[in-house]
């Protein structure tokens, strides 16, 4: 019963794929798997619109959207009428084909990414050898798309907004990339569902994801730092800050285009949420022994979602960061940190277990940390300032 | 320690988050059309023009005098003296408004009509919500919406409404004595 449950969607669909005849079934069965992905995940975003909105509001003490159906849950249908009937605007000095090809580029690169993620057990669109190695190709292609927006725009806003974003990106891929080859280098493989696999047992009642051990902690806070940078949220949306650059890369967009610049800033975020739940919580492993008779790929909603509802509350509580300041975070933090996180995770490798491989693993990272965090507080220090030129 | 700010400032924003299904009072926003905050005593929105008695037309007290229509700063009112008179809420024949009509869309609400009425016969209205899907009839409104009893008067401004009626009853009290003793008049007048 379990089992039945737990593999309903892959039954459905071998179920559906027999009534097709022998050569058309394995093309029948990947646009299957698209179908389900190109259905469940924008209409994630849809919730994810209404519930970003709605958490916000109330960390501000507001009630936020409460009058379009009952509780406003109907908010986001009425959002995608309003942004389908606005019009839609280019720009007469534009690059008309560029314009027009930079949301599109961006929604497809963020749906390619969903193919390597392992939404449950036997549940991902192509299990690749070198799937994590994939999805960072594909998403290093959405700067790509967004600088075109940028560039196509014939906006100095745009312009500006663009070049931010690919120097964050750029910046913040090194960690985001270096945090995962800790885990690949543990799991000793590059495809997702085995990484999940590998993360699937449990000792006693504890799973073993690699987030309970230390470098696993360590890697996951660096890597969700730098994902939140990745998808340009905040406290890392300088490329789209409002109160310095109008709307930054798609100040020149509305209407449907606009909206589909959102889809794809969200899916970018759900993929690389998805990415540090393979990587770190477990895929669509259960958390406790006790748990594993829910099926599959309800854990790797619940993740997603919690996940998602973090992102929610770190953009409720932090400021924007100044473009030094978040540069300086990038390669004078995160990449040492990183680095060590790749060592920690060499020594777990080949230590035995016990407590004396949790304090070894752990030292060097809480080391670091303290030292970094002494060295940033040490160039914060408030001084007398002096001047180059006024004086 | 580098992050002791941003767990402090989560802290808070959780409390937030939670505190405000938990309190109510944390809310501070009236949801204005199913909600509405009470009106100060001196709300004042638009003019409107009191009558006495039951009868809009007979009861009006406005005499067509034109002060307020002179001294409207963005000219929304406009009126037009009736050929006859009729007698005021004293019993005096006075000329009224044959037409009084002002434009919601031109007023700006500063009740400089309703101080320079020697009559008490212009007031302001509490009422805000105006808009209308007709631009040209819906906006400018004619002596029959304008007009207002005394009683609704009372009802939105009480202490000012009193006031009012208070030195109306002085007056008519002046003019009834007025005829019923000429000689008193006289020597009133001859003292100033």
Redesign the interface.
Known sequence: MTQALDQIFVTLKHWAVAYFPAVLQPAVSILLSIAAVLVIFPTLFAVTTILERK?LA??????GP?RVGPFGWLQPLADAVKSLTKEDIVPRSADKLVHFAAPLLLVVTAFLEYAVIPIGRNMVVADMDAGVLFFFAVSAAMELSIFMAGWSSRNKYSLLGAMRAVAQMISYEAPLILSSVAVAMTAGSLSTVTIVERQAGYSGIWPHWYVLTPWGLAGFVLFMVAATAESNRSPFDLPEGESEIIAGYFTEYSGFKFALFFLGEYLGMFAISGMAITLFLGGWSAPFSFLTWVPSWFWFFAKLLTLIAVFI??R???PRLRMDQLMSFAWK?MLPMTLMVIFSAGLWRFLPGGVLRWVICAVPIAGL??L??SC??ESRRIQKRTYKFAE | ???EG?VK??A???R??F???AEKE????V?FPEERLVQPEATRVFPFLVYDTDDAEKGLRCVACKICEVECPPKCITIEKSTEKKPDFTGKPQFFPAKFDIDVSVCMSCQICVEVCPFDAIKMDTAFELSTDDRFGGLLWEKERLAKSNEYYHSIHPTEAAEVDEQLAEKKAKAEAKPAAPAATTGAAAAR
């Open positions: 958490g109330r960390i501000q003490n507001r009630y409460n509350w770190v409720g509580t932090l933090f940390y303290v970094l965090s940033m507080a | 320690m580098l992050g941003i400032g989560l808070e924003t959780a937030n988050f505190g405000s299904y944390r809310l501070t926003t949801q």
